[in-house]
């Protein structure tokens, strides 16, 4: 079992609407969370990171932590054509500790229809 | 700044050709890492350098040798490539202090093995 999961998808979401991606982990050690974007044929690109429990807005994007639950989400507000991609969630260390590595999920791949 | 940069972009091998993937960072990052990414399989780590002078196996490191050159360069050797490793591989950095896990990735190295 991998230690961040995802669902696949593809998640269909109509322009203009809010897109919901989920992240689950289940090493309690993971304690730092990052969501990438990769539109296809690129590269992974950092779009949010996440330490503490509760929300962590930017702009359209809002990450959520439920350490309680090992759970991790990833909002989109008012989806575009070009937010079509699909979208990585990886776990990393503790605040503070020596480790280096993230683990990352299989991905989600979100399409919002016009 | 150009980030992280890899070289090749494509490239096409024999079975039992060898070959070096090259990445180089510009952004005075300490740690640097290899993966893989195969459809349906997400990212998965291949080697990395936490710091200058210092390499770790990660998930799949079998068939595969690096070289961490100095803090910008860190390269990665197939010895004899194999169709399994036919792949999109890529090289990501991150500051490397145990504040920041956020790691940033170059554009890709397209290989297939025949």
């Known amino acids: 079992q991998k230690e961040v999961e995802q669902n696949s998808g593809p998640l269909s979401v109509p322009e203009g609407a809010i897109a919901s991606l989920n992240c689950t982990y289940s090493?309690?050690?993971?304690?730092?969370f990052f969501w990438y974007r990769q539109y296809s044929g690129k590269s992974p690109e950092l779009i949010m990171f996440?330490?503490?429990?509760g929300d962590k807005e930017d702009g359209r994007f809002t990450a959520q932590l439920n350490k309680a639950s090992q759970y991790v989400s990833l909002l989109i507000r008012d989806s575009q054509p070009s937010d079509s991609a699909t979208y990585l969630c990886?776990?990393?260390?503790?605040?503070?500790?020596?480790?280096?590595?993230?683990?990352f999920g299989s991905g989600t791949r979100l399409s919002i229809r016009p | 700044n150009a980030g992280v940069t890899q070289t090749p972009k494509f490239q096409v091998l024999k079975t039992g050709q060898s070959m070096t993937l090259q990445c180089a960072q510009d952004?005075?990052?300490?740690?640097m890492y290899w993966y893989r990414q195969d459809p349906g399989m997400g990212l998965r780590l291949i080697y990395y350098?936490?710091?200058?002078?210092?390499?770790d196996k990660g998930e799949v490191p079998n068939g595969y040798n690096v070289s961490r050159l100095n803090k910008r360069e860190f390269s990665l050797r197939l010895e004899s490539a194999a169709p399994s490793q036919t792949s999109v591989y890529f090289c990501?950095?991150?500051?490397?202090?145990?504040?920041?896990?956020?790691?940033?990735f170059g554009p890709g190295t397209r290989l297939t093995v025949t």
């Open positions: 952004m005075n990052h300490n740690s």
């Open positions: 090493d309690r050690g993971s304690q730092s």
């Open positions: 350098s936490a710091s200058e002078g210092t390499t």
């Open positions: 990886a776990g990393g260390p503790l605040r503070g500790s020596s480790a280096s590595k993230i683990i």
């Open positions: 996440i330490y503490s429990n």
């Open positions: 990501a950095s991150n500051l490397g202090t145990a504040y920041s896990y956020e790691q940033y």
